[in-house]
């Protein structure tokens, strides 16, 4: 590989990781969001607020940058797991042991690799489609974190989790999360935070978000569930004084201490592939 092509591959990986980067400043500063925290309020959360995602966020840029680096080299998925406990251990290690972005170092993490990937070997397959296709079966048969909430959650109430929704090439993304973006903006007139709360409240309408199944159990992910959906059936941000609505289903969820923090990293990856051209 030539010094040019190396420079090249080194600037597009330094792209990706700032893009990544930028779609989780994107999420967190996006409200009302359903007991998730932003610049407003911390949601249902009292270890973390809108600064310390924002500083976490900005942390894990070099390890995206890894991962897209990795993805471009072809690396299988024990190297992108490697580069995955490294930006955990920073993040833990910048926050004092509080989890800000587990799920999306996982998630965000594998689509910036398939960017990698995609960016060096062309192909007009999906992100969603590269993770599956070169690491779908890795994940899977991968080690399980025991220590992980989501995973309990997922064990105890049988839903797939983040692992097979990645194994799967992310469905919900393709199927809910880019939909719901692009038609937020045209109900909206356009509004990008708009949309991003569309986007966030048709996800939690239909994912079985194994934050919500750990913090309030299947009455309280049925809970959420029906709250969002209601919300989107109402007209979602293209009724009058949707914010308004929107804020009432936070508070309820802050009531019942529930957080989709699923829906929201899964938010942060619509908006990644949505802005790299990924089709529904």
């Known amino acids: 590989m030539s010094g040019q092509t190396q420079t090249r591959r080194a600037d597009r990986a330094e792209e990706l990781a700032l893009l990544a980067s930028s779609c989780l400043h994107l999420e967190i500063d996006t409200y009302p969001k359903p007991g998730l925290v932003s610049p407003v309020d911390t949601g249902s959360h009292r270890d973390m607020d809108a600064a310390m995602l924002h500083a976490s966020a900005d942390l894990l840029m070099p390890y995206f940058a890894d991962l897209a680096a990795a993805g471009m080299q072809g690396a299988d998925m024990g190297r992108l797991r490697v580069i995955g406990i490294e930006a955990e251990r920073a993040m833990l290690a910048n926050t004092g042991g ?68 990645a194994a799967d090439g992310f469905p919900m993304l393709y199927t809910i999360g880019l939909p719901a973006l692009i038609d937020g903006e045209r109900i909206s007139g356009g509004d990008a935070e708009a949309s991003r709360v569309q986007c966030c409240f048709a996800l939690i309408a239909r994912l079985d ?48 201490n529930l957080s989709p923090g699923g829906s929201a990293d899964l938010l942060a990856m619509s908006l990644f592939a949505r802005t790299l051209g990924d089709p529904c």
């Open 98 to 165: 509080v989890n800000t972005y587990r799920g999306a170092i996982f998630g965000l993490g594998l689509l910036t690799a398939a960017a990698g990937f995609r960016s060096v070997w062309q192909g007009g397959a999906t992100l969603g489609g590269v993770v599956a296709r070169l690491w779908g079966d890795a994940i899977l048969s991968g080690p399980v974190l025991l220590r992980s909430h989501g995973m309990q959650a997922a064990r105890q109430h049988g839903a797939g989790g983040a692992r097979r929704q």
């Open 209 to 256: 978000d194994t934050n919500l199944l750990h913090r309030g159990g299947a009455d309280g992910l049925a809970f959420a569930r029906r709250e969002a959906a209601q919300f989107i059936a109402r007209g979602g941000v293209g009724q009058s004084g949707w914010r308004e609505e929107a804020k009432i289903v936070h508070d309820a969820f802050v009531e019942r």
